[in-house]
T-cell receptor
Framework: ETGVTQTPRHLVMGMTNKKSLKCEQH?????MYWYKQSAKKPLELMFV???????ENNSVPSRFSPECPNSSHLFLHLHTLQPEDSALYLC??????????????FGEGSRLTVL | EDQVTQSPEALRLQEGESSSLNCSYT??????LFWYRQDPGKGPEFLFT???AGEEKEKERLKATLTKKESFLHITAPKPEDSATYLC????????????FGRGTSLIVHP
């Protein structure tokens, strides 16, 4: 399998549920990202991990909790979400440093609906 | 603070009607400018990277150009399958390696 894979593709959850989004990259990259995409808004950066270390937390509410166990896997744990958190959540990876050219490679996204 | 502005917000073309999308940016120094294509309900797909003013890159009916203040994505004789949202992003050489994205241009090409 190649590229960036996200699961699940669609998720519906109530405000009291706990769920997780999963991302896996097979590109040998060292940086992984979570973005939120809502209608009519630019991509919103949520978290960045570089070599498994979190380097960015863009003032994201604590109901979103990231986890990066290794350079190939990234999770977004969801708890007590609000309806306004409904959006497309995108995972991306890139190769930073050592000749990396900076472009991001995105997964297909996880469409989240919070009821 | 980096700023990336894309225009127009939406563009409707007839098949074969060439046009251009604009991405204007403000950075302390440009490390790279990126164009992506995004189909509905999917993640963005990388198209081009441009690094310096005067640089051009082509892929099928698309050509990206770069000046010191803006980039254009020229679409020559578009087809309905070119319909998508086109995103522009920039990396600031003086700051974080994380790119800043514009809001995108939604392109619809009618047969």
């Amino acid at each position: 399998e190649t590229g960036v894979t996200q699961t699940p593709r669609h998720l519906v959850m109530g405000m009291t549920n706990k769920k997780s989004l999963k991302c896996e990259q097979h590109l040998g990259h060292n940086a992984m990202y979570w973005y939120k995409q809502s209608a009519k808004k630019p991509l919103e950066l949520m978290f960045v991990y570089n070599f498994k270390e979190q380097t960015e937390n863009n003032s994201v509410p604590s109901r979103f909790s990231p986890e990066c166990p290794n350079s190939s896997h990234l999770f977004l744990h969801l708890h007590t979400l609000q309806p306004e958190d409904s959006a497309l959540y995108l995972c991306a990876s890139s190769q930073e440093g050592g000749g990396g050219t900076g472009e991001l490679f995105f997964g297909e996204g996880s469409r989240l609906t919070v009821l | 603070e980096d700023q990336v502005t894309q225009s127009p917000e939406a563009l409707r073309l007839q098949e074969g009607e060439s046009s251009s999308l604009n991405c204007s940016y403000t950075v302390s120094g440009l490390r790279g400018l990126f164009w992506y294509r995004q189909d509905p309900g999917k993640g963005p797909e990388f198209l081009f990277t441009l690094y310096s003013a005067g640089e051009e890159k082509e892929k099928e009916r698309l050509k990206a150009t770069l000046t010191k203040k803006e980039s254009f994505l020229h679409i020559t004789a578009p087809k309905p399958e070119d319909s998508a949202t086109y995103l522009c992003a920039v990396q600031d050489s003086g700051g974080s390696y994380i790119p800043t994205f514009g809001r995108g241009t939604s392109l619809i090409v009618h047969p």
